[in-house]
């Protein structure tokens, strides 16, 4: 299976906590969905297709929880680009609920906003978080990290992409857009912007085995640059890389990381872009250099640190 594949399957399962997520991520997985005029006054069909079982549970859930509303799934083979299923979603709208498209920008409202994570979805950073993972899951594909390193979002909305793109930046994840066919592509390059974006949506899973994959990786680049370095060093380098990065990325989900002294938050970030690097190495990046020994406290000082933010609730 495609490291993309994985990647859904994890966010499918991810369910938001709360209602405002709920209805943010819902916004994005509809964002692509066909309405229907239904023969009575004021009723729709709203049905859209996706490629993953998990994915149509999913919108299932959410529109049940979110607001009460009963879809029916149906499985369609569709034996065309190798694939082989297609799960559609069909939600039934009364002329009473019709106001729930307007929430979702699934229908025009009074200022014209259509299929655009409106702000009063994605004010809150946990709305803007779950509105990427519907996004993802809808129209995102990810390359194994052995692979060369690619994400990319598809869409087909200009307006869309440049909001998704603005969303990105809020995260630090800088994307870009070009265009394929009659499509905008939107696309991160960068092997931790990567590895943020998964971090963002919360596929925990995918994001320790993309960073270990990119451990590794980078440290053959290593191997090249220090050939007289110690098999058993390097090993040790590389443990040590691994359980760093993952400490750093679960307690920048924290609350407490935006207390951290900025020395450590530098190290902290010179960790995670050199991931192949000694402690020596890393040392002389940092302003102004440091000793080995140096960096050493340093970063026990940051595991220590990053342990207890992650600790705490
Ligand atoms: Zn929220």
Redesign the pocket.
Known sequence: MSFSHDVRNELARVM?E?E??GK?ELAALLASATIVIGSGDNECNLRVRVEHAATARKIFKLLKESYGLQSTVHIENYKRFGKTKIYEVNTYFSADNLSILQELHLIEDNNNNKNQPGPHLTR?T??KR?YLRGIFLSRGFVNRPENDYHLEIVFIDGKMATQVQKLLARFDIEARIFERKNTLVLYIKESEKIGDFLRVVGANRALLEFENVRIIKSMRNTVNRQVNCETANLAKTIDASVRQIDLINRAREKKGWKNLPPQLKELALLRVNYPDYTLKELGELTDPPLSKPGVAYRMRRLEKIAEDIIGQL
Do not use: L, Y
Request: aromatic letters at 0%; hydrophobic letters at 10%.
């Open positions: 938001p709360k405002c997520c943010a809150k946990c709305c779950s």
